[in-house]
């Protein structure tokens, strides 16, 4: 067992973590749509589980955890649900109130200790946020906490495999770690049953994306603020020269049209209480 010492380094490092995630996003959330296509494109597809809105004596709500900047936050207001859009980042936060006004509202919160009441919503939707948290079951045991007992989860989350292209890229350069590790779908499987939920729906699909050139890449990481490594890496700038590499060492896998592909893979989740 941990002793208090043990136990409040290991608090104190988790909020580090948190604190470096939310200002990476923060820096991020004034230009974050320009490089958010992949997002969009995927949060389209999730959006599309969630049930249509029939008339109601009153209006369905949703918390839209990790809406950044609020873009499917205002989708799901246009499809008639009562929505807070949440955020670890203040800056996200705002973004997402310029864009979406006295529609929504906001709540600047953790995934893992959201501060609202038991059976809060009706549904809680998160595209592309969750998997920021090392252990999937710990959110998700707070989702299910402040969804209603008949409501359901919505979520994606990236697993293992994706940006295979860059990691190899990087791996012809040095060997130390400039691209994220996932899950694997076996591990969020074994964490989902943890929390206790239900799987209704759960797939994994590949979602490609393609660019010019391995810089328009690292740039539209660099702009949604996936820059965060949650597994350390050596501090330093990296020059020109290093990008230059960069760029050869990923034409390798340059298609025929002359576009290079970075593939994603993407679970897409549908959970209820069981």
């Not at 909020?15 to 949060?43: E, M, W």
């Not at 599309?48 to 499917?72: E, H, N, R, W």
């Not at 809680?124 to 959110?139: G, H, I, K, M, T």
């Amino acid at each position: 067992m941990l002793d208090d010492k043990q136990t409040n380094a290991a608090f104190l490092i988790e909020q580090s973590k948190k604190l470096s995630i939310a200002n990476a996003f923060g820096r991020a959330a004034p230009h974050y749509d320009k490089s958010a296509a992949f997002q969009r494109q995927v949060g389209h597809q999730l959006i599309a589980l969630m049930p249509k809105q029939q008339v109601q004596p009153a209006k369905l709500s949703v918390i839209d955890v990790g809406c950044g900047t609020g873009y499917f936050s205002y989708e799901l207001h246009h499809q008639g649900f009562e929505v807070t859009a949440a955020d670890i980042s203040a800056e996200m936060l705002l973004q997402a109130q310029q864009r979406c006004g006295v529609h929504c509202q906001y709540l600047y919160t953790d995934a893992e200790n959201i501060v609202m009441a038991n059976d809060s919503y009706d549904y809680a939707f998160s595209n592309l946020a969750l998997q920021w948290c090392d252990d999937l079951s710990v959110p998700l045991r707070e989702l299910q906490r402040v969804v209603k007992s008949d409501g359901a989860i919505f979520f994606t989350t990236l697993i293992e495999g994706s940006l295979n292209e860059l990691k190899h890229a990087w791996s012809q350069i040095d060997d130390k770690p400039h691209v994220n590790r996932f899950k694997t779908q076996q591990r969020i499987e074994a964490e989902i049953a943890q929390s206790g939920l239900m799987i209704e729906t759960l797939e994994c699909n590949s979602v490609t994306v393609y660019y010019s050139s391995a810089m328009k890449l690292m740039r539209d990481l660099k702009g949604i603020g996936a820059t965060h490594l949650q597994q350390q890496r050596q501090a330093g700038l990296i020059g020109r020269q290093t990008f230059i590499e960069l760029e050869h060492a990923y034409d390798y896998f340059r298609l025929d049209n002359g576009l290079l592909p970075a593939t994603y893979q993407v679970c897409f989740g549908v959970l209820k209480n069981a």
